[in-house]
């Protein structure tokens, strides 16, 4: 097990540099044109794949970094560059971790490069698990998928929605309802490849913030998918659905604790999106309010704007170290006993929220217009309270572990 550490080695000390500067350099110049054409960046994802930022390669070596700090140092500055673009960009990673996490290596070795495509001919995936009625609410999924033994297909059904990347992605990967007795524990991740017949995007949403990044319905009608195209494969379902009805008999506990750790799991890699946003923003406002002048003197010799900054430095690194102790904690197995990683989520993206407000205030007029970075980051900063479960869910886990209560 890798001792938590809050200094980053010179080997992550030269990755982070190398994405900062492709952030600075590539990202923050276009982050203002994309936002505006509210399109997929597909140019620069393929710079992204061209320097190997935008491969599995790159995002396992951080995935599965000792020390915890990989995933989330270069969440936070893709993100610090635009929201919107970094997301066009790790939004596949997302979906590839999906199947890292639970496929074969058959699958894995299979579908991961189908997701990513090559740097002449980029390509994008989608994780498919959110529907109309079924949002927080993960138990009320609808979309079924019945299989056909005579042909050993899986028939899906149903509509998802806020897939980002849906409909436009090679490689779907689609949760759905597979016993419904039995809630999110019948539930199973599937494959859908490209070009199958029934798959299509519906709605495409026009958003409020991180427009780079492509929302959409995803329809699948009698979508056919082979038997290969279950993630896990058939045996270990059948295995895993005997033992969630066996414990949904004697209470259910361990299964539910097993679901909470995959997602304290994932939620730091949110948070430090979240972190990566609010820094940027306190970086725009400490830069203006050392140079605007007003009555004189420069706006930060105000007490009423300095310590603004100083809250808004103290909340960004105070969610940085949350972020990478949970981060931590995750890479190393150590068990989440007060939800550390929804904790983690919960304040870093409160913080992004509020730090970028702060961040228009200091900038006055110019902060409310679109001459300038903080108004777009605002926008931005208001999906990291929504997505990957609400600030109210995350509340809602925290409180239900320490008071030692089963997560629903
Ligand atoms: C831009 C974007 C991208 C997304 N990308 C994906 C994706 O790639 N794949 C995917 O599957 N999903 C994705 N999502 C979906 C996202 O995870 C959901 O929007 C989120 O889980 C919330 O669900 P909902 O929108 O249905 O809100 P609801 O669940 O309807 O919640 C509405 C409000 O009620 C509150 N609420 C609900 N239940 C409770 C409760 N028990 N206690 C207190 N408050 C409660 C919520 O906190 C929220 O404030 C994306 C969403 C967006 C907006």
Not at 34 to 53: H, L, M, S
Request: with cysteine.
């Amino acid at each position: 097990m890798a001792e938590f550490t809050m200094e980053l080695n010179d080997e992550q000390k030269e990755v982070r540099d190398w994405l900062h500067g492709f952030a600075a350099d590539v990202i923050r110049p276009a982050a203002a044109e994309w936002d505006e054409r509210e399109e997929t960046p597909w140019p620069i994802i393929q710079e992204a794949a061209k320097v190997g930022i935008y491969s599995l390669d790159f995002y396992a070596q951080q995935y599965f970094d000792p020390t915890g700090l990989g995933i989330p140092m270069a969440m936070e500055e893709l993100f610090w560059g635009d929201a919107g673009i970094a997301l066009s960009i790790v939004g596949t990673g997302l979906a590839a971790v999906g199947v890292l996490a639970n496929g074969t290596e058959e699958q894995i070795g299979t579908w991961i490069p189908q997701m990513y495509g090559d740097v002449n001919d980029v390509k994008v995936a989608a994780f498919c698990s959110s529907e109309p009625d079924a949002g927080s609410d993960v138990a009320s999924m609808r979309t079924r998928a019945v299989y056909d033994e005579a042909k050993d297909e899986w028939v899906l059904n149903g509509t998802k929605t806020w897939a980002t990347n849906g409909g436009i992605a090679n490689v779907h990967v689609v949760v759905a309802v597979v016993d419904s007795e039995l809630g999110s524990k019948g539930h199973a991740s599937f494959i859908v490849p490209p070009n199958t017949p029934g798959l299509s995007q519906g709605q495409k949403f026009q958003k409020h913030g991180i427009r780079a990044s492509h929302t959409a319905e995803v329809v699948l009608e009698n979508v056919r998918v082979p038997g290969s195209c279950l993630l896990g494969g058939k045996e270990k379902l059948d295995e895993r659905l005997a033992r969630a009805r066996e414990r949904a008999k004697s209470g259910g506990e361990r299964v539910k604790n097993a679901a909470m750790a995959t997602f304290e799991a994932s939620r730091p890699a949110v948070g430090a999106m979240a972190v990566g946003t609010a820094r940027a923003a306190y970086e725009e406002a400490l830069e203006y309010a050392k140079t605007r002048t007003q009555f004189g003197r420069p706006i930060i010799d105000n007490q009423g704007v300095a310590f603004q900054l100083a809250d808004m430095r103290t909340s960004v690194d105070a969610a940085r170290l949350l972020v990478w102790r949970a981060s931590w904690m995750a890479v190393n197995g150590k068990q989440f006993t007060a939800a550390e990683g929804s904790m983690s989520k919960l304040f870093a993206s409160e913080t992004a929220k509020k730090v970028t407000g702060q961040a228009i205030q200091i900038l006055g007029g110019n902060g409310y217009t679109r001459e300038y970075p903080v108004e777009r980051m605002h926008r931005d900063a208001a999906i990291y309270t929504i997505f990957e479960g609400t600030s109210e869910i995350q509340r809602l886990v925290i409180a239900r572990t320490l008071a030692g209560m089963p997560i629903r």
